[in-house]
């Protein structure tokens, strides 16, 4: 009888063992490799609205979010202050459509699931007693790590293009802030310092917000991790631990049970990596600058006036990388240039579905020509998943790409996350290089 029951006991741990190991939500990350969770996933903790399928999410996305974002991103000018932003409480919190990562915060540390975005620098998380935050908040009262910053510190003078004020009283002057995001939310914040842990790896004493009230529906639930290029992001902040390089992996939104990886320090980093010149444009510090020189719609280079994709560092001009804007986006001529050249290629009739105005039967996908895009360097093909988008009941084809919106500051080309999907995007900021490698990245 003892021997059933102790051969019972094994074979239900190794089968509890065995479903563990099959599930890859519960993947352990490595010591410089964070899973990056798309955040209406499986692996996601998020619990997302009703959609019909993931083509929806997408449209919905691209149409309500992406105009958005990209004006918030040609808002991002270089300045020391900015005007006040008026902070009420938050009407809807899970409007963030993103890439999430699992993060420590505190000690012990406090598991947060904070947005992937390359172009903030400061992180951000919802605290305590923060008025319209979600459920998931840090405590700061239950870490032993945990120190308000005051006015005096150089971290509150590193706050770009924010409006800061100091509130005297107690033993410090706290660094007070508010910001916008998203171009239609905005939050107030007081800098804090604590360690954060990604990983195995621990960084002590970092900057943040602690997030005191939050308006709008465009604030991560659970806080925001900035991968920028400014003195508050994580690559300033961890000094020689990264070397000033990551790079990630972006799973397809349709890997339901799937996580990319993000890559942090030269550690693991492919070899094999085509590459091209990381540019830095001051008026627009914080951005990942590259110079697209062309695109090319099969063997047919499009002609595209050359000031639509100029790179001007005295402008703040040019063509960004952004891992949080869903679809690639161009100024208004250059998209046109290139899809009349589409549509020259593809029988139509065309129609619209959403922000897409570059739709027809799925019949004829197969004359779908490739969409090349050029940079000093490297010209990057991008695969029928990454170029086309298919509608829900997968009779419609449509072009993935759309026009920015017409009251952006200076000439904005996004490129963004859908057509980074399954590739391997390396950001080397101390060798001012930007890679690009094929990978699976579910």
Request: glycine content about 8%.
């Amino acid at each position: 009888m003892d021997l059933r029951i102790s051969m019972l006991v094994l074979f239900f741990a190794l089968l509890i063992s065995t479903t563990k190991a099959l599930d890859p939500c519960d993947s352990q990350s490595k010591a410089n490799d964070l899973s990056i969770i798309p955040i209406y996933s499986k692996c996601s903790p998020f619990k997302p609205p009703k959609i019909e399928s993931w083509v929806n999410t997408i449209m919905d996305m691209a149409s309500t979010n992406d105009p958005e974002r990209v004006k918030y991103l040609s808002s991002l000018v270089a300045q020391k202050k900015a005007s006040s932003v008026p902070i009420g409480p938050g009407q809807r919190l899970f409007n963030i459509n993103n890439y999430v990562v699992r993060a420590k915060v505190g000690s012990p540390g406090q598991l947060m699931y904070m947005v992937l975005d390359t172009s903030n620098d400061a992180a951000w998380v919802p605290c305590s007693g923060c008025t319209g935050c979600s459920n998931t908040m840090f405590t700061p009262n239950t870490s032993s790590s945990y120190t308000p910053l005051d006015c005096s510190k150089p971290q509150c003078s590193y706050l770009r293009g924010v409006s800061t004020s100091c509130v005297s009283g107690g033993p410090t002057d706290q660094c007070l802030f508010n910001q916008t995001y998203g171009g239609d939310s905005s939050f107030s914040a007081t800098l804090v310092q604590d360690s954060l842990t990604l990983a195995n790896d621990v960084v002590p004493n970092y900057a943040f917000g602690c997030i005191n009230a939050v308006s709008g529906g465009s604030i991560p639930t659970q806080g925001l991790l900035g991968l920028g290029r400014g003195p508050l992001s994580l690559l300033s902040q961890s000094g020689s631990l990264y070397s000033g390089l990551f790079s990630y992996c972006l799973p397809s939104f349709k890997s339901y049970y799937f996580s990319g990886s993000l890559k942090l320090g030269p550690v693991g980093q492919p070899t094999k990596i085509r590459i091209t010149p990381l540019l830095y444009n001051p008026h627009r510090p914080s951005l990942y600058f590259v110079n697209l020189t062309g695109v090319s719609i099969g063997r047919v280079l499009v002609p595209i006036a050359p000031e639509f994709l100029a790179f001007n560092p005295n402008t703040g001009s040019g063509t960004v990388i952004d891992s949080g804007t869903v679809v690639t986006r161009f100024v208004q001529p250059a998209y046109e240039a290139i899809r009349d050249q589409f549509r020259k290629q593809v029988k139509g009739p065309f129609s619209n579905l959403g922000v897409f105005d570059t739709c027809f039967a799925s019949t004829s996908e197969a004359e779908a020509p490739i969409v090349t895009l050029h940079f000093t360097g490297l010209d990057l093909k991008l695969p029928m998943e990454n170029s086309l988008i298919h509608s829900s009941s997968g009779n419609l084809a449509c072009l993935a790409m759309a026009a920015a919106p017409n009251n952006v500051n200076s000439v904005l080309n996004v490129i963004a996350n859908y057509q980074q999907q399954n590739l391997r995007i390396l950001f080397d900021v101390a060798n001012s290089r930007v890679g690009i490698a094929r990978e699976l990245c579910n």
